[in-house]
């Protein structure tokens, strides 16, 4: 394995929802290392738990914030763990508490299992907007502006009549 580089684990304060679903890998250290698998036809270095299952990042998450609860949760259970472990990181890996309780996440990105995977097996590369998560994956950054925003409307009044 390669050394573990610039991995540090931080806390993030939410409040945790009561109705947290159950996460199917909730340990009190969950495994994040690197494995080679096969992601839409091609060998790809990305990320796995300590059992090898694939792990996903859900594009509509923020840094804060999970958007992944109720029935999209028990088909992509959440990766959570007080204390996160890595083994050949470069990015960072931390905890979030939010209503999946203490989420782990890289470089920002709360991190999902797929129900349907099995170690070494991507299956839910692209479905229901979740993507495996690879080393390089980049930081969520904030913005003031909210994603989708319209365009300002044009100032001239004419409409080609």
């Known amino acids: 394995m390669a050394a573990i580089g610039g991995i540090t684990a931080a806390s993030a304060s939410s409040s945790p929802a009561s109705n947290a679903p159950a996460a199917s890998h909730s340990a009190a250290a969950a495994t994040v290392r690197t494995a080679s698998a096969t992601v839409a036809g091609k060998t790809e270095t990305i990320l796995v738990n300590g059992a090898g299952l694939p792990l996903y990042y859900y594009r509509p998450d923020t840094a804060a914030k999970s958007f992944v609860?109720?029935?999209?949760?028990?088909?992509?259970?959440?990766?959570?763990?007080?204390?996160?472990?890595?083994?050949?990181?470069?990015?960072?890996?931390?905890?979030?508490?939010?209503?999946?309780?203490?989420?782990?996440?890289?470089?920002?990105?709360?991190?999902?299992?797929?129900?349907?995977?099995?170690?070494?097996?991507?299956?839910?590369?692209?479905?229901?907007?979740?993507?495996?998560?690879?080393?390089?994956?980049?930081?969520?950054?904030?913005?003031?502006?909210?994603?989708?925003?319209?365009?300002?409307?044009?100032?001239?009044?004419?409409?080609?009549?």
Do not use: M
Request: charged share 5%; aromatic share 8%; proline share 11%.
């Open 69 to 161: 609860t109720g029935a999209l949760a028990r088909l992509w259970p959440p990766l959570t763990s007080a204390a996160p472990a890595a083994a050949g990181l470069n990015g960072k890996l931390a905890v979030i508490n939010d209503v999946n309780g203490r989420q782990v996440t890289y470089n920002g990105h709360p991190l999902y299992t797929f129900a349907d995977d099995h170690p070494g097996q991507v299956t839910g590369q692209g479905v229901q907007n979740f993507f495996v998560a690879a080393p390089g994956l980049a930081p969520i950054t904030s913005s003031s502006a909210p994603a989708g925003s319209a365009p300002a409307a044009p100032t001239s009044g004419g409409l080609g009549y």
